[in-house]
């Protein structure tokens, strides 16, 4: 019975991946139960092709403890040379009920987020993806030390044609 369990895994597996024919780079990086401010999660990408368009995305999971209704993130794109590019984005997490937005069918969701469309990437070298959270409680000007409910962080590559 494990064989026949096994064997129908690995094929759903492949027929989910096989689908994706889009993706370029997909990586996610745990951040615990807590997410700290000063905690910044990076991504080594891969050499892309310099002829070719990309849309960039942040992907969240994140799971009922999540307390707020955004998510800020400040998102740095450093390119071979140094030169950092540094957005700060604001995410809508929850419906107006307070149930969390994003695909899943358990308690944990799964977001895809929209950074950045039709990048190139030209110089030769490597490129890096730094993202932290920006989180703050209303009125207040510290960051929000420890953000619970934000379990992974991922970056994606989908490719423009």
């Known amino acids: 019975m494990k064989i026949i369990n096994s064997i129908i895994f690995i094929f759903l ?3 989910v991946t096989s689908c994706d024919k889009k993706r370029v780079f997909d990586d996610y990086k745990s951040v615990g139960k807590n997410w700290n401010k000063d905690s910044i999660v990076t991504f080594d990408l891969p050499k892309l092709d310099p002829k070719k368009a990309y849309n960039l995305y942040v992907n969240v999971r994140d799971n009922d403890e999540y307390p707020f209704n955004n998510l800020f993130l400040i998102v740095s794109l450093e390119q071979p040379n140094r030169k950092v590019q540094v957005d700060t984005l ?17 308690d944990i969701k799964e ?7 039709k990048v190139s990437f030209t110089q030769k070298g490597l490129y890096k993806i730094h993202i932290k959270h920006a989180v703050r409680q209303t009125g207040k ?9 934000i379990t992974d962080v991922g970056f994606r590559i989908e490719s423009k044609d």
């Open 111 to 117: 977001n895809k987020l929209f950074y950045k469309d």
């Open 13 to 15: 597996l492949f027929l």
């Open 141 to 149: 000007i510290e960051g929000v030390d420890t953000l619970p409910g």
């Open 90 to 106: 604001e995410y809508q997490m929850t419906n107006p009920d307070g149930t969390l937005l994003g695909e899943g069918f358990s």
